[in-house]
């Protein structure tokens, strides 16, 4: 249920899990001191935000391994760049980015990400539609 809503009190939780709220948030201090919780987010809008295009951009590199983070870091600090995969198969790296539009999302591909010099290949996808599930895998 937290998953699903951060905001919820722990009191509110309780009650729905059966437990004592101070057991709750006992527990859900040990799971954010572990690491198992590492934050609770906000569920941005972000065609409300002016940014009407999602898409996903499949990244072949020209050279395996070399300078992975410094790239990771850099295309992270992309505004457009909302997630960075490091992934197995054809391509390397796939990230999941926000334009306000088609000019700025081919901006972002050919002049940020091609003429980097550090990829053979990119493909790019348009999101349609992003859809999440908050179940955890069991």
Same mark, same amino acid.
């Given at each position: 249920d937290r998953a699903k809503d951060a $905001?919820? !009190?722990?009191? +509110? *939780?309780?009650? #729905?899990?059966? *437990?004592? !709220? =101070?057991t709750v948030h006992a527990r859900l !201090? #040990?799971? %954010?001191?572990?690491?198992?919780? $590492?934050? /609770? &987010?906000a569920d941005v809008d972000l065609e409300r935000l002016g940014f009407g295009i999602q898409a996903m951009v499949r990244i072949q590199l020209r050279e395996q391994g070399t300078?992975?983070?410094?790239? !990771?870091? $850099? *295309? *992270?600090?992309l505004?457009? %760049?909302? +997630?960075l995969y490091h992934v197995s198969g054809s391509e390397d790296l796939l990230l999941r980015v926000a334009a306000r539009d088609t000019r700025s999302l081919r901006d972002l591909v050919v002049e940020r990400l091609l003429e980097a010099g550090e990829a #053979? &290949?990119? +493909?790019? =996808?348009?999101? /349609?539609e992003h859809l999440r599930s908050s179940a955890l895998p069991e």
């Open positions: $905001r919820m !009190a722990n009191k +509110e *939780l309780a009650g #729905r899990v059966g *437990l004592a !709220a =101070s !201090a #040990r799971l %954010v001191e572990t690491g198992a919780l $590492r934050g /609770f &987010h300078g992975l983070g410094e790239l !990771a870091e $850099r *295309l *992270l600090a505004p457009q %760049v909302l +997630e #053979r &290949h990119v +493909e790019t =996808s348009i999101v /349609f």
